[in-house]
């Protein structure tokens, strides 16, 4: 058990990212700042690529690059095999949902009402060209998707169960494992969008009930973009016969018949960056060394702490549900668009992110709101930080 963030060990992780020094950032749920060991463990290997051939420096890596499966099968409680390395997390995401099959009209998901829209997208194109429907798993009076009514809307069409854990849109943390105990009840599969919970809080698949979980590396992981991981449970894998293939997902035989791995690379291609998968690898390895119960624990201390005094602000409105929350911290400044806010900080070296209804149409829409700023923290983020955004914004409402 790695000892808990003191404030020494924070600077010194601060000290080991160059973005720390360079900007404020309050954009980790968009992406992070990478550290310099991951930057150099991805330099290295382009310079590797560089020397010896980029082919033949793949099978110099191969343990490096391999050992993501490893690393990300002991954050998430699962098994080497059941992962697959994508380039984000709706590439992941996309792919598993395409290899559920044929659809057919009357069949039924059930979706949260915080679902990322990239996702819903998939589905309303599936759903629409087989006439099955997508419905609104209903929430709770503090905005978390409600388990009871979940059960209360199940019957033998629902192919589908989807849920993204942590919205994109603010602090919610919704009840996934509650959600997962209803699918695993009823053997419906159910696929977990973690895009913004891997590398914030622990990740138990065992405990979470999920068929099918998603995470880029770029947000809470601090790994570099164009990376993502996708968890398929052994036992769903078989269930998965992917839109299309390639010599690693489906080697041809002898007979050039091709034969589907069995693992959750069934999912995944045999190209992509080295560079960056070594990176990955970095990223991961920090982040157990760190603890995610400690990343949880201080992530959990300063978004609290923002968000105490974002309430303190009269003009500001913060618009954060749940009872649980995440780093992620939604508010609005009367009179001003969240464009506008974003834009402003900008001009004073402070990053944030502005949503609109696109990212999270139904709630969104539930709510009446057509966007919300964010300011989403990391374990990296310090009280000079918070009090930088927080003279911004009083400036604004000046
Ligand atoms: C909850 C959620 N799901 C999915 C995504 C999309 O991730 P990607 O851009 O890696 O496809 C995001 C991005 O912010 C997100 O917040």
Aim: include cysteine; proline fraction near 5%; charged fraction near 20%.
């Amino acid at each position: 058990m790695p000892a808990p963030l003191t404030p020494a060990a924070i600077e010194a992780l601060r000290a080991r990212t160059p973005g720390a020094y360079s900007t404020t950032h309050f954009n980790h749920a968009g992406a992070s700042l990478p550290s310099t060991g991951t930057l150099e463990a991805i330099h290295a290997h382009l310079m590797r690529e560089a020397t010896m051939g980029p082919m033949e420096a793949g099978v110099a890596a191969r343990t490096q690059t391999e050992s993501v499966r490893e690393l990300a099968a002991q954050m998430f409680n699962a098994q080497p095999a059941e992962i697959a390395l994508t380039t984000g997390n709706s590439q992941g995401w996309g792919t598993a949902f395409a290899a559920l099959g044929a659809w057919s009209p009357g069949d039924r998901i059930l979706v949260g009402r915080h679902e990322w829209g990239g996702n819903l997208a998939v589905m309303r194109l599936t759903a629409q060209r087989a006439g099955a429907s997508i419905e609104t798993i209903p929430s709770d009076d503090s905005g978390a998707v409600d388990p009871a009514a979940l059960t209360a809307m199940l019957d033998e069409r629902v192919r589908l169960i989807a849920l993204t854990w942590l919205p994109a849109n603010g602090g919610l943390i919704n009840p996934a494992a509650a959600i997962g105990q209803v699918a695993r009840r009823h053997s419906i599969p159910y696929f977990l969008d973690a895009a913004q919970a891997v590398g914030q809080l622990p990740v138990d698949v065992v405990e979470l009930g999920c068929d099918v979980l998603t995470g880029p590396v770029r947000k809470a992981l601090r790994g570099p973009r164009g990376t993502g991981l996708l968890y398929v449970r052994s036992s769903f894998v078989e269930r998965l016969t992917p839109a299309f293939a390639d010599t690693f997902s489906a080697p041809l035989d002898t007979q050039g018949e091709p034969i589907l791995r069995t693992d959750a690379a069934r999912l995944e291609l045999s190209e992509g960056s080295m560079a960056l998968r070594c990176g990955v690898a970095n990223a991961l390895q920090e982040a157990l060394d760190i603890g995610l119960e400690n990343i949880r624990a201080r992530i959990d201390d300063v978004a609290q702490t923002l968000r105490a005094q974002l309430m303190e602000l009269s003009g500001v409105t913060v618009l954060d549900q749940g009872r649980e929350r995440s780093g992620l911290v939604s508010f609005n400044v009367a009179g001003y668009e969240s464009h506008a806010v974003q834009r402003a900080l900008a001009e004073q070296g402070i990053s944030i992110g502005s949503n609109g209804v696109a990212y999270t149409p139904l709630d969104t829409n539930a709510r009446g709101l057509s966007q919300i700023a964010r300011a989403s923290v990391s374990y990296l983020t310090t009280d000079a930080e918070i009090s930088r955004l927080l003279d911004a914004v009083r400036g604004l409402i000046r």
